[in-house]
């Protein structure tokens, strides 16, 4: 599940782009203020460090950030990562037995002895890639053939589209002469095509709401690569990643494959997820985690595509029996072909008394209705220790891309522009449910690390029923002028607040 780049597609985006752009320095950091006394809708972290006890022993919580790679060299990342004790770093030998060699931080299981997975197929495009003949029961081939066909000529007008603006913005610097276009001028510009026309239009507002162009044209610039991935691997038949794996794909038991490369060919989402989680906090330097007594386990196992079932059910498992407490999955998808293998992880992750922490998606679809898995859905039945996070903005709204679900989404927390650490010692600003989840995994290693004793279900439950209740109407995501009451949006109807999540730990604690 990637981050947002709200130019890529639909004119909402571009519109929530003007508001973050615009207030950019002053969002800094917004996700830890208290909505009560402070101007935006944070989850009130700063409010819990201002009244710590310092006195009091705190325990570390180790939070395993399963996503698409994670730079441990990062100057604001690597004090805080998880450390495997029992292994001897770089001597090729598996001193812990646990079946993976070198796993000093974590493991990369879209890896292999010849390099690591970039690029994948969407989960569509592999069922669609296997035939009638191999589809799996629950799926109707005349759906999946249908779909991926809309998909393929989706992905690949998008491409043309970016392709055509990125166009029509050199053409306007050459036809003026500058680098730096106004709005009244991109708007006299000439194109052809509605779509082109409605993008233009929107642009040269936002450019004349104080949008810099430069940031404008370099966000496009950034979509680029996401879109042409989308035609060159995400439907694309002939593109196969597996094989650098190296394993036995058809047996989804296995799990004794992958490497320890953590960071893989793009960290950037990984790295940013965990900066959200476990920042060093009050170092002077780039931005605070949400917890302080925290580590950071590293498990990859999302490529630029969609997560194959078999790896994400071996990253909760490898999480769990290496310690991890919490674990973040800011990923998901519209099809799991292999659902079991990842429901019977998770179900050993709740014996093991595991919190995980999903992130909803990025569709403003509803989740009640539409699937995204993984899920906390199952045989039927919720299990009791995931959390479905959505995303609310600064205003303390729900964010126009954020799915939701009053019976799917447990709560909300800040997912837009939220600004974090970046590959390379870089930190910059990402939007998405990628980044609401982390918050919420924070908040919870957070509570955690001052009332360890408490059992994750009750962890769970002080998360839950502190959140802070929303009691006024938001954009239904995806609307940009349809209104819902809040609390429709989730089983809670509210945000995240450490403090009173904190107070509600401290209570309980105390029968």
Do not use: C
């Not at 939070?63 to 001897?88: F, P, R, Y």
């Not at 104080?210 to 950034?222: D, F």
């Not at 899920?375 to 995931?386: D, E, F, I, T």
Request: hydrophobic share 35%; net charge neutral; no cysteine.
């Amino acid at each position: 599940m990637k981050s947002i780049n709200r130019f890529l597609l639909p004119l909402l985006f571009i519109t929530q782009s003007v508001f973050s752009q615009s207030v950019n320095e002053k969002l800094k950091n917004w996700q830890h203020e208290d909505p009560s006394t402070e101007k935006f809708h944070g989850v009130a972290s700063n409010s819990v460090y201002a009244k710590f006890d310092s006195t009091k022993p705190v325990k570390d919580i180790v939070v395993a950030v399963i996503d698409g790679g994670t730079d441990a060299d990062h100057e604001d990342l690597k004090s805080n990562l998880w450390t495997n004790t029992k292994e001897i770093e770089g001597n090729g030998i598996d001193d812990d037995n646990n079946g993976y060699i070198d796993d000093i931080h974590g493991w990369n299981f879209i890896g292999g002895i010849s390099g690591d997975v970039g690029g994948d197929n969407i989960e569509l495009t592999r069922l669609y890639k296997g035939g009638k003949e191999n589809l799996p029961k629950e799926y109707k081939w005349r759906s999946i053939k249908k779909k991926y066909k809309k998909e393929l000529k989706s992905n690949k007008k998008n491409y043309e589209l970016v392709m055509k603006l990125n166009d029509m913005l050199n053409g306007a610097e050459k036809k003026y002469g500058k680098t730096e276009l106004t709005g009244p001028e991109l708007k006299s510009y000439p194109v052809s095509g509605g779509m082109l026309k409605i993008l233009r239009n929107a642009i040269s507002k936002a450019l004349t709401q104080g949008v810099e162009y430069s940031n404008l044209k370099s966000s496009i610039l950034e979509g680029l690569p996401q879109v042409k991935n989308a035609v060159d691997y995400h439907t694309n038949t002939d593109f196969e990643a597996r094989k650098i794996v190296g394993d036995n794909y058809a047996d989804p038991n296995e799990h004794l494959y992958g490497n320890n490369h953590y960071a893989g060919p793009d960290a950037l989402h990984g790295t940013h997820v965990a900066g959200i989680i476990g920042a060093i906090r009050n170092n002077a330097t780039g931005m605070d985690g949400v917890a302080d007594h925290v580590k950071i386990m590293i498990v990859r196992a999302v490529p630029d595509g969609d997560e194959r079932d078999k790896d994400v059910a071996n990253s909760i498992r490898y999480a769990v029996d290496n310690g991890a407490q919490i674990i973040n999955m800011s990923f998901g998808k519209s099809y799991s072909p292999f659902k079991k293998v990842v429901d019977d992880a998770v179900l050993y992750a709740e014996s093991k008394n595991v919190l995980i922490v999903h992130a909803a998606g990025n569709e403003a679809a509803d989740n009640d209705k539409e699937p995204n898995f993984p899920s906390a859905l199952v045989n039927g039945k919720r299990v009791n220790n995931w959390i479905e996070v959505g995303a609310s903005d600064p205003r303390g709204n729900a964010a126009s891309f954020s799915n939701y679900g009053k019976t799917s989404v447990d709560l909300f927390a800040p997912g837009l522009q939220i600004y974090s650490t970046l590959p390379f010692n870089k930190y910059g600003a990402e939007s998405g449910t990628s980044m609401a989840s982390p918050v919420v995994a924070g908040v919870a290693a957070l509570i955690w690390s001052h009332y360890p004793q408490l059992s994750m279900t009750q962890l769970k439950s002080v998360l839950l029923s502190s959140a802070t209740p929303e009691t006024t109407t938001t954009l239904k995501p995806g609307s940009n002028k349809k209104t819902v009451p809040f609390s429709s949006l989730s089983i809670t109807g509210g945000i995240i607040n450490a403090e009173k999540a904190m107070e509600a730990a401290a209570k309980l604690s105390s029968h």
